[in-house]
């Protein structure tokens, strides 16, 4: 009998939809006369994860990337956990970035480091953080996705997978409120890029993280989804759960499903 497949559950997450953890408004960037974000406006509840889909050069990147003032927005007001990211000082934005876990497409590991002192890394300027405290979190993060032998091993012996799981485990060790996941399943086989999107769920559901997902993996955007969003010319064009968009009667939208 084939597994049934657990999927983020938009029932269930309604009960956090008045706290908002993310309020982006009329959000525009260009890039010399290239506009890549035309007045997007969207919300992210405490505890959702919002799917970010769109075709290559929409600006999905670049949306998160301004939201963390990696990249200054051309206009628009960026609301993160209730501050304006626009009026944050460096040392105040560093403290908010720290709210806030990145998994990167290629992990983003230390090859010269272990998988413990990889998950370490982010800790190394936390001084109320004792060494008993980093060793129980480094313990934690790895049992959160089942390599938990794997704490002494180097990257290069870790499959494209595992390499997964370990950078969502160091981006678990802040305790980030927010996580965002830039192409979370690419370069993955079919079996482990479920996997990864079921670790998604699971950390949703342990710590009620908040979660803008990037994907082209329509699979991963099935399982993880409360909500959707699609981009279009730089701008939302359509937002929903995944069977509604699924049902659109616009051709372009139901391209995505195909």
């Known amino acids: 009998m084939e597994e049934k497949t657990i999927l983020a559950d938009p029932v269930a997450q309604k009960e956090n939809n008045n706290v908002v953890v993310v309020d982006i408004k009329g959000l525009k ?26 075709k290559s050069g929409t600006g999905k990147s670049v949306l998160i990337k301004c939201m963390m003032r990696l990249i ?22 560093n403290d908010m970035r720290k709210s806030i876990g990145f998994l990167f497409q290629s992990a983003a590991l230390y090859d010269s480091m272990t998988v ?3 998950l370490e890394f982010p800790l190394r300027g936390e001084q109320k953080v004792s ?4 060793s129980k979190r480094v313990e934690e993060a790895l049992q959160n996705v089942g390599l938990e032998d794997s704490i002494n091993k180097m990257p290069s012996e870790l499959s494209g997978g ?9 981006t678990m060790m802040l305790k980030p409120k927010i996580i965002l996941y830039d192409e979370p ?24 993280t908040s979660s803008i997902i990037i994907t082209h993996d329509m699979e991963c ?20 759960t995944y069977e509604e968009l699924k049902k659109s009667e616009d051709e372009w939208i139901r391209s995505f499903f195909e």
């Open 162 to 170: 595992m390499r997964k799981r370990i950078g969502l485990a160091r």
């Open 221 to 240: 955007a099935r399982i993880t989804a409360n909500r959707i969003i699609i981009l279009k010319e730089g701008k939302v064009a359509m937002e929903g």
């Open 131 to 134: 060494a008993e405290e980093k």
């Open 185 to 208: 399943t690419t370069g993955l086989d079919p079996i482990t890029s479920k996997e990864i999107s079921k670790l998604i769920l699971d950390v949703q559901k342990k710590y009620n």
């Open 29 to 54: 960037k260009s890039f010399g006369s290239k506009k890549v974000l035309e007045s997007i406006t969207l919300t992210l509840a405490k505890g959702e994860n919002l799917v970010v889909l769109g």
């Open 72 to 93: 200054q927005a051309d206009e628009g007001e960026i609301q993160v956990l209730g501050k304006n990211i626009s009026e944050l000082k460096e040392k105040e934005l």
């Open 116 to 118: 413990g002192e990889n």
